[in-house]
């Protein structure tokens, strides 16, 4: 699983940019800049993990109203399903709902792209 946030950042792009203000086992709190089209937002994010089942970077302070990013992986027989969910939220009410419309799709590629990379590395991993 990806147990700290320097092994999300391989996988989640977006999370190139980000300085760890604390770690421990479990949990981790950094401070990253997340790229949108034209702005980039900052966010205090919390990044907590059960080992080998799931992960959840939250932020706890920072220009979105709400970011939430889960992943959850479960035995389906000879299977693992991996389970991604994003919640992103900005501020400012009505306009920030605007303002989040064209960002939608964005946000889908980097949904899809994650994956695809989850998919290269498990596949890596049960080749060697």
Known sequence: MIDSIDRLA???KSLSRFTVARSEPGLQIAD????NLVLNMNARLKYSTRPD???ELKQISGDFREYL???A???AGVDTVLDM???VKFRLGPIGFLRSLPLKPLY???IHSELRRLERQVRRMKTA
């Open 10 to 12: 391989q996988v989640k």
């Open 32 to 35: 990253a800049v997340i790229p």
């Open 73 to 75: 992986i479960r035995e």
């Open 108 to 110: 889908r590629l980097r």
């Open 85 to 87: 969910e994003l919640r």
């Open 69 to 71: 990013c889960t992943y």
């Open 53 to 55: 089942n799931y992960a």
